[in-house]
């Protein structure tokens, strides 16, 4: 998949989790839904074992109250494509 289409997806997860955020009472109920549904994007979007860490960080980020601001999948990408050197890729 293109890094920039995973960009578009990553901003647009962020968002969806981030909505949940600003909507009192049924914001907790979203979260408790989206928590898994994102970790499972996550390994799909993201391969490998920094996938699997970056579904459960995603997880446990989700379903802790008061984390949704944290744009998780837009850092995934930011370490995937800008931070991390060609040699650290690690594939499972």
């Known amino acids: ?3 920039y289409k995973k960009l ?12 949940s955020f600003f909507i009192p009472g049924i914001g907790e109920f979203a979260d408790v839904v ?24 995603s997880f446990i980020e989700e379903a802790l109250p008061g984390l949704d601001i944290i744009p998780t999948f837009t850092l995934m990408w930011l370490y995937s494509y800008v931070f991390k050197s060609e040699d650290e890729v690690i594939e499972v």
């Open 8 to 19: 578009f997806l990553s901003l647009l997860f962020d968002a969806m989790g981030f909505v």
């Open 1 to 3: 998949m293109n890094k």
């Open 34 to 57: 989206w928590a898994p549904v994102s970790a499972y994007l996550m390994t799909k979007l993201y391969k490998g074992k920094t996938g699997k860490i970056a579904a459960a960080i």
